[in-house]
């Protein structure tokens, strides 16, 4: 392969992921009329349309989508493989871009952050909140946090929190007028705050129950959607209907009186949040002491 070549597939894989001329180039430091004439370039050479161009959109060709998905993944590998070796040094530095919910931000991330963050101020980490699941590596993610039976078999796991267990409250003003509900199919008759699923074509969040092995989802209805817990969690603290949360977020609320928890006994612990990362991810010293730091020890 010559120079060019690796130079303008470089080209056509930012406008590929970006979708767009404008943000590729502020990506590459480039211009726009640079970029565009480096892609149509390669386009001739190899005799193919890559890139459909209109004046809103752009989106990759069938042949652009296989050379995406070929090429991409070995450029991704070669990046990585060059920033561990410029991250060889004695101090570790470099950047971390991590996926995670909103509550594992908070609960999971913050505190490892708070220890290692005064110790090595070279070290930066970029934290996406997402709830739903996200591809790490078509993203472009180091790693992400979800519940471990959420992690795919072909990823890393790393244990970072205790189990989880769901929790579904509402405020005492929302049961002043309401009977509280003693099964799951009772939330059939109450108002929901949904949680909105942008990784799965937009769907809203099946409350999952199980009790003496008996698993029931339940689809809840309610005047309000989110997609955010805590946003979830605000709804219900104003009697505005019940929430479907982690126990961890909503214990202090319940402590204090301001939440009531029900259906308790249909939500039994699971595994907790995990650290996850593709196989192949060449460790730089800096992810390896975040990993380190985040690693779950149980007292």
């Known amino acids: 392969m010559e120079r060019a070549d690796a130079s303008d597939l470089l080209a056509f894989l930012a406008v590929a992921r970006e979708r767009s001329f404008t943000r590729a180039a502020a990506r590459l430091a480039i211009s726009q009329p640079t970029l565009s ?7 001739e050479r190899l005799g193919v349309r890559l890139l459909n161009r209109t004046t809103r ?9 296989r050379l995406l998905l070929t090429i991409g993944p070995k450029f991704d590998e070669m990046e990585v493989e060059l920033g561990a070796l410029s991250e060889l040094r004695e101090k570790p530095a470099g950047t971390i871009r991590i996926t995670a919910t909103e509550y594992a931000a908070q609960a999971i991330l913050m ?17 996406m909140i997402d709830v739903g699941l996200t591809n790490i590596v078509a993203a472009q993610y180091d790693a992400g946090i979800r519940p471990g039976e959420l992690v795919a078999k072909d990823m890393i796991a ?5 189990d989880l267990r769901m929790a579904v409250v509402g405020s005492p003003s929302y049961f ?17 705050v949904n949680l909105h699923l942008p990784t799965h074509g937009g769907s809203l969040y099946a409350w999952e129950f199980e009790r003496n092995g008996r698993e029931l989802n339940v689809r809840v209805e309610g005047q309000l959607v989110f997609n955010s817990s805590g946003a979830l969690l605000r709804a219900a603290l ?20 301001e939440l009531v928890r029900v259906l308790a006994d249909w939500c039994p612990p699971f595994s907790g949040y995990h ?16 990993v380190d730091a985040l690693r779950y020890r149980a007292k």
């Not at 959109?57 to 989508?65: D, F, L, R």
């Not at 505190?111 to 930066?124: F, T």
């Not at 505005?240 to 977020?249: D, F, K, N, S």
């Open 37 to 43: 004439q480096t892609v149509q370039s390669l386009e």
């Open 57 to 65: 959109s752009v989106t990759p060709t069938q042949a652009g989508e």
């Open 111 to 127: 505190p490892a952050m708070a220890k290692i963050a005064p110790l090595y101020p070279d070290i930066k980490v970029e934290v």
């Open 158 to 162: 790393v244990r970072v929190g205790p």
């Open 176 to 192: 002043e007028s309401r009977k509280r509900p003693r099964t799951p199919q009772d939330l059939t008759q109450h108002n929901c």
């Open 238 to 257: 104003q009697g505005l209907g019940l929430a479907y949360l982690t126990e961890g977020q909503v214990q202090p609320y319940l402590s204090s009186g």
């Open 275 to 290: 650290l996850y990362y593709p196989s192949r991810r060449q460790a730089s010293p800096a992810f390896s002491l975040l």
